[in-house]
């Protein structure tokens, strides 16, 4: 899977995509992230790529001009799946778009947004999709296309070591993950489930559906 993501910050994305699973994937050439500073297709002077709104308002716009030539460069080189703008008023992203992207995409670009957004003409002529990661406004669409891309990533297969652990996160099938622990077995006299030591491995499976059901029941019965 390729990931093109046009940024007017790149550097925000620096991290991310350069640790742990994520850089792993990269190295195993399972996934190959780009990062696209659109400034570098600003064609003016002074290297701008917003401007003010028309019809005034507070706030600048992100210029259609650079997006769109990063994105006529990226489809020279290959065909996309997906345009997809990070935006506060996009499709809540949850774990079933995120299974189906990752199962489905091979080649996406994300536009992350910035200051009042972009010029609506690549909302309206160009994004194919827009994902919102919550209800809630971010500076910027950098930290958002961050989470898409991981979570849909570490579903690809060979990205985790241990494939069974994305299928056993929390959401797969619509429940909470079961209580972890860890050793040692006891801790300040607080002690570990006695089933998870027994060694009985088909009880200690059904212990941890049982208590999934719990959880969601507990903590988000919306999902049941
Ligand atoms: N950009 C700003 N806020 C956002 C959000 N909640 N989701 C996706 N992109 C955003």
Same mark, same amino acid.
């Given at each position: 899977?390729?990931?093109?993501?046009?940024?007017?910050?790149?550097? @925000?994305?620096?991290? #991310?995509?350069?640790?742990? %699973? =994520? +850089?792993?994937?990269? *190295?195993? !050439?399972?996934? &190959? $992230?780009?990062?696209?500073?659109?400034?570098?297709?600003?064609?003016?002077?002074?290297?701008?790529?917003?401007?003010?709104?028309?019809?005034?308002?507070?706030?600048?716009? @992100?210029?259609?001009? #650079?997006?769109?030539?990063? %994105? =006529? +460069?990226?489809?020279? *080189?290959? !065909?996309?799946? &997906? $345009?997809?703008?990070?935006?506060?008023?996009?499709?809540?992203?949850?774990?079933?778009?995120?299974?189906?992207?990752?199962?489905?995409?091979?080649?996406?670009?994300?536009?992350?947004?910035?200051?009042?957004?972009?010029?609506?003409? =690549?909302?309206?002529?160009?994004?194919?999709?827009?994902?919102? $990661?919550?209800?809630?406004?971010?500076?910027?669409?950098?930290?958002?296309?961050?989470?898409?891309?991981?979570?849909?990533?570490?579903?690809?297969?060979?990205?985790?070591?241990?494939?069974?652990?994305?299928?056993?996160?929390?959401?797969?099938?619509?429940?909470?993950?079961?209580?972890?622990?860890?050793?040692?077995?006891?801790?300040?006299?607080?002690?570990?489930?006695?089933?998870?030591?027994?060694?009985?491995?088909?009880?200690?499976?059904?212990?941890?559906?049982?208590?999934?059901?719990?959880?969601?029941?507990?903590?988000?019965?919306?999902?049941?």
């Amino acid at each position: 899977m390729r990931i093109d993501i046009l940024s007017a910050v790149p550097s @925000l994305l620096e991290s #991310p995509f350069n640790d742990s %699973i =994520l +850089k792993r994937a990269q *190295e195993k !050439k399972i996934v &190959e $992230i780009k990062v696209h500073n659109i400034r570098d297709y600003s064609t003016n002077k002074q290297k701008s790529i917003d401007d003010y709104a028309f019809g005034g308002g507070a706030g600048m716009v @992100l210029c259609i001009e #650079p997006i769109h030539k990063c %994105i =006529l +460069k990226l489809q020279e *080189e290959r !065909k996309y799946d &997906e $345009i997809i703008y990070m935006s506060p008023d996009g499709e809540l992203l949850n774990q079933s778009i995120c299974n189906q992207m990752s199962s489905s995409y091979k080649n996406i670009i994300i536009i992350c947004g910035h200051y009042k957004g972009i010029d609506e003409r =690549l909302r309206d002529q160009i994004v194919t999709r827009e994902i919102s $990661i919550g209800d809630y406004v971010l500076s910027g669409g950098e930290l958002a296309a961050a989470v898409l891309t991981d979570a849909i990533i570490r579903l690809i297969p060979g990205v985790l070591n241990n494939e069974t652990s994305a299928l056993t996160d929390s959401f797969q099938d619509n429940l909470l993950a079961p209580p972890v622990y860890t050793r040692p077995a006891v801790y300040n006299n607080w002690k570990v489930p006695e089933i998870l030591t027994s060694g009985n491995l088909k009880a200690i499976e059904e212990w941890r559906h049982e208590k999934s059901i719990l959880r969601t029941k507990e903590k988000r019965p919306d999902l049941l």
